[in-house]
């Protein structure tokens, strides 16, 4: 699912907002699925599989598309190769963008569940009671 890129930067710079946009949609979505999840019953493992999921998804779901398109499709003519990159922000910064997105979906993820469960846990794990 592509959202509006036009305001990003390139290179580097639209990675990192793409990234830190994938992050919150990561850790927004893990919380969604920790509330879901314990209503249900569910476990840590499908919570955050779930999320990262979707993050993934809806967070870079456009340009990993993209990047896979480019890399498969058969572009019969340089008319069509031409009209299919204009509709790309930055096709330079694809694989730039597609992995800052894969990496801010995990910390976005693991922030989420750090605040809500890991945080707990490593006070009782580690024997800081006191």
Wanted: with cysteine.
């Amino acid at each position: 699912m592509h959202y509006d890129q036009s305001w990003m930067g390139f290179g580097m710079v639209g990675g990192l907002q793409a990234g830190a946009i994938a992050a919150a949609a990561g850790f927004l979505l893990c919380v969604l699925f920790r509330w879901i999840g314990r209503r249900n019953g569910w476990s840590q493992g499908a919570q955050l599989g779930w999320s990262y999921l979707l993050a993934l998804f809806l967070a870079g779901g456009g340009d990993l598309w993209d990047m896979f398109y480019f890399n498969y499709a058969r572009l019969q003519s340089l008319q069509l190769l031409k009209a299919k990159l204009a509709e790309v922000h930055d096709p330079d910064g694809i694989g730039t963008r597609v992995f800052c997105e894969f990496v801010g979906v995990v910390v976005g993820v693991f922030l989420a569940w750090w605040l809500l469960v890991g945080r707990r846990r490593d006070g009782e794990t580690t024997g800081l009671q006191g």
